[in-house]
């Protein structure tokens, strides 16, 4: 029978709480029930198992309190049944026999806990109890939640994208995600390697486990080895503790190990050994830990070309190998861009408290002329900077930066008509130079290197060109609250 309302406590979280409190003897039922409508909880009681399942199935329960021995089945077959129902649901199992063997069967049929009868002193035991479970399940349930949206947000359907080069790939995805094939993951920086690899891990059979990621190009050499593998005390100074590495930490789930053609020889060798044997030792141990780790990897190196200059073990980059996949820049998906705008719009405007409505057609017009070196983290820069700065209303050609505007009147440059007493072709031809070298440096931030290549020259060409027309005076002044320039990494 439940509580009447008016013995329910005024504390509105600890109301919601529901118990079901299982037990033949009417004796301990009602004490039970006395001990925690004081506390504040809604209370369900009930004679045998067979009534406690139909509770748990008809309504939410939040802890139940069961007998061992019952008329029927069992209060360890109950909660063996009750699991089979709510996996979640926290059970406390309530003995006469105060053994260990009862309490050990107990915790092995999957009880939370157990309490011994009576509970005549032990009053604050059972209070205590009784929230640390209801704690453990709500915990257990947020965890669960959070675990469902990490899946959703990284469900396929909710990459931004509708082009033939994105589809391509998260239909790549979607067929070795659910495998435990290693994958490589190359691009350019700033073309999503790393959510392609969140995806990768969320819907596989390992999205229930930790997804582990580190950066091999952000660590110095001499700490990686510890990051990836731990270390036990004494291994080296300042190793004044025993510490777990990122593989023993994604045991069972994902590990995605970024930037990996930054990783020296030596670690590659160590690495290759773990990827081989399944097993590594601790710096400073010399016991081998085994692991079940599915490695997912990422660069935007060329490997090939690293593995013919030795900077990269060939053995190794077969063995990361398996189930290569390319993303592409966003120059090659540029249809996507009004797409992924509107996404960082929709994101930004409640994240910023600001209230833009949309792009104008030519602001959008010279964002899609752009080459986007920075591919969508140069984008979504871009959107937040001027989705701050401008606030509200529709983001204009004004709103953009100023590379982008001089780069538009660079590209509007013509062949002038020859007239009656026709021109200076040598002019002409280095004004036409002038502009197609300063369009180039206003769409790559001023990086020399990108710069050259949209020209197709030589990085020693270009800069002798620059210098001998003093184009340098036109480079855009560093602002110091702003934020690096776009394609720099």
């Known amino acids: 029978m439940r509580a009447p309302p008016s013995a329910v406590a005024e ?3 600890l109301r919601r709480s529901h118990v079901l409190i299982v037990d033949d003897e009417e004796l301990y039922r009602r004490a039970l029930e006395r001990i925690l409508v004081r506390c504040g909880y809604t209370i369900t009681c009930a004679r ?14 939040d802890l139940v309190l069961c007998d061992v021995r019952m ?11 009750i699991h089979e129902v709510d996996a979640d649901l926290p059970c406390i199992v309530m003995t006469g026999y105060d053994s260990v063997e009862h309490s050990i069967d107990a915790l092995r049929a999957g009880a939370f806990w157990y309490l011994h009868k009576p509970f005549e002193g032990s009053l604050d035991v059972v209070r205590r109890l009784v929230e640390q479970a209801i704690e453990h399940r709500r915990l257990r349930t947020e965890n669960r939640l959070l675990q469902n949206q990490l899946r959703s947000r990284y469900r396929f359907d909710n990459v931004v994208g509708q082009s033939a080069a994105l589809r391509a790939v998260l239909d790549l995805v979607d067929k070795v995600a659910d495998s435990d094939s290693t994958v490589l993951i190359t691009g350019e920086s700033g073309t999503g390697k790393e959510l392609i690899a969140r995806a990768i891990h969320y819907n596989s059979r390992r999205a229930e486990r930790v997804l582990v990621s580190l950066n091999c190009g952000a660590i110095p050499e001499e700490l990686l080895e510890s990051e990836l593998f731990g270390h036990v005390k004494g291994a080296f100074t300042n190793a004044v503790a025993h510490r777990e590495g990122r593989f023993a930490a994604a045991d069972g789930g994902t590990l995605f190990l970024d930037e990996i053609g930054d990783m020296s020889p030596n670690l590659q060798v160590k690495l290759l050994r773990v990827l081989q044997e399944r097993s590594f030792e601790p710096v400073g141990s010399s016991k081998p830990m085994r692991v ?3 490695v997912i990897a990422a660069t935007n190196q060329n490997l090939e070309k690293a593995i013919r200059s030795g900077a990269f073990r060939e053995d190794l980059f077969y063995r990361l190998n398996v189930i290569p996949i390319e993303v592409p820049p966003l120059r090659e998906r540029k249809e996507d861009l009004p797409l992924l705008v509107q996404h960082f719009l929709d994101r930004l405007n409640p994240e910023k408290a600001r209230k833009v409505e949309g792009v104008s057609a030519a602001a959008l017009e010279r964002m899609l002329e752009h080459d986007w070196p920075g591919n ?19 983001l204009d ?27 200076d072709f040598n002019d002409v031809i280095d004004r036409l130079e002038t502009k197609l070298i300063l369009q180039a440096l206003d769409r790559t931030g001023w990086n020399k290197n990108q710069a050259a290549r949209l020209l197709g020259l030589n990085r020693t060409t270009l800069i002798e060109k620059i210098k001998k027309k003093g184009l340098e005076s036109q480079a855009p002044v560093a602002d110091p609250a702003a934020p690096p320039p776009f394609g720099v990494q």
């Open 11 to 13: 504390d509105p979280t």
């Open 48 to 61: 045998d198992a067979s009534e406690a399942l139909a509770v748990v199935s008809a309504e939410p329960v």
């Open 71 to 81: 008329p029927g089945i069992s209060g360890l077959e109950l909660v063996r049944q």
């Open 292 to 294: 079940d780790v599915r």
């Open 376 to 394: 969508v983290r140069e984008l979504e820069n871009l959107i937040e900077r001027m989705v701050v700065i401008r606030g509200e209303g529709v």
């Open 397 to 423: 050609v004004s709103d953009l930066p100023a590379q982008f505007r001089r780069g538009a009147a660079a590209s509007d440059a013509t062949v002038p008509n020859l007239g009656p007493g026709g021109v």
